[in-house]
C-alpha cells in the first residue's frame, strides 16, 4: 500500500495501479465492466479509492489474471451479490470452490464425451469387421 498511510486511508489511482501493479487504464476500463467500483471523484474528477475498492480491485485481478476469468464470468460471479458479500471471505472462498467444482465438471463431460464418441466408433469398426466376416 501506499508509503506512510493507515490502512483505512483512500488511495489515489497511482498508488492503487502501482500497488496492484497494473496500468491506469485497465483500473478504469474496469470501473466501466464492474458497477461495484465506486472511487470518490473529486470536482476536478480526481478518483480516490476506499480501502474497500483497493480490497475488490484486487479480487478483480486475481480472477481475471490468476484464476483465468473473462470479464462476463467475473461479473457474472458479482451479479447481485453486494459488495460486502463480494468481499466476504466465505463468499471468496465459494467463488474458488464453484469455479473449480466447474472446472471438473466440464473436465469430466469433456471425458465423457471422448469416451462416448470412442465407444460408437468401435461398435462401428466392430459391425463393419462382423459383415466382412460374413461375406
Do not use: C
Not at 43 to 65: A, H
Request: glycine residues 4%.
Amino acid at each position: 500500500m501506499g508509503v506512510n498511510k493507515s490502512k483505512s486511508a483512500f488511495r489515489s489511482i497511482a498508488e492503487v495501479t502501482e500497488d496492484l501493479g497494473i496500468a491506469p487504464h485497465v483500473l478504469r476500463f474496469w470501473e466501466t465492466k464492474f458497477s461495484q467500483i465506486k472511487p470518490m471523484k473529486t470536482k476536478s474528477s480526481r478518483r480516490y479509492y476506499r480501502p474497500d475498492d483497493v480490497e475488490l480491485l484486487s479480487l478483480i485481478k486475481e480472477l481475471l489474471y490468476e484464476r483465468r476469468y473473462t470479464i462476463e464470468g467475473v461479473q457474472k460471479l458479482f451479479k447481485n451479490r453486494s459488495l460486502k458479500d463480494i468481499l466476504g471471505t466465505e463468499i471468496q472462498k465459494d467463488f474458488f470452490e464453484e469455479e473449480e467444482k466447474t472446472g471438473n465438471e466440464l473436465q469430466t463431460s469433456a471425458n465423457e464425451s471422448v469416451i462416448k464418441t470412442a465407444v460408437t466408433e468401435l461398435k462401428t469398426i466392430r459391425n463393419d469387421l462382423l459383415s466382412l466376416a460374413n461375406i
